[in-house]
């Protein structure tokens, strides 16, 4: 089962990124932590990750983590019910994306729209 192997593994980089103070490397790794707690189908989880990803991301101007977590949250918000929170999340995640000239992730923003 890859997941454990996954966990642990998140778990070296995590405490590696925490010893040398890399938070652009916390937010990097709380946004894989957000995507195996989906895959895990703990959204709540995945959600509370993810956010803390922002908080780091938005405080390293990282935009691409940003991006990410911007758009990952509120993907599964929009399914939760809060479409209006997700749409103006992935307005700012497209906006991102497009700003650093990441123009496929910026399409797959745009379809989630779209559908959500």
């Not at 778990?11 to 989906?38: I, K």
Request: proline share 3%; charged share 25%.
């Amino acid at each position: 089962m890859a997941q454990p192997r996954a966990n642990s593994a998140l778990d070296g980089a995590g405490a590696l990124f925490d010893r040398l103070g890399l938070t652009t490397g916390q937010s990097a790794v709380l946004r894989w932590r957000g995507e195996l707690a989906l895959a895990e189908g703990d959204p709540p989880q995945a959600i509370a990750h993810l956010e803390s990803c922002l908080v780091l991301a938005r405080g390293n101007q990282a935009q691409y983590l940003e991006a990410v977590a911007l758009k990952g949250p509120r993907r599964r918000a929009s399914r939760g019910g809060r479409r209006g929170s997700a749409r103006a999340s992935w307005r700012q995640a497209r906006d991102l994306f497009v700003r650093i000239g990441n123009v496929l992730e910026a399409d797959n923003v745009e379809q989630l729209m779209a559908v959500g």
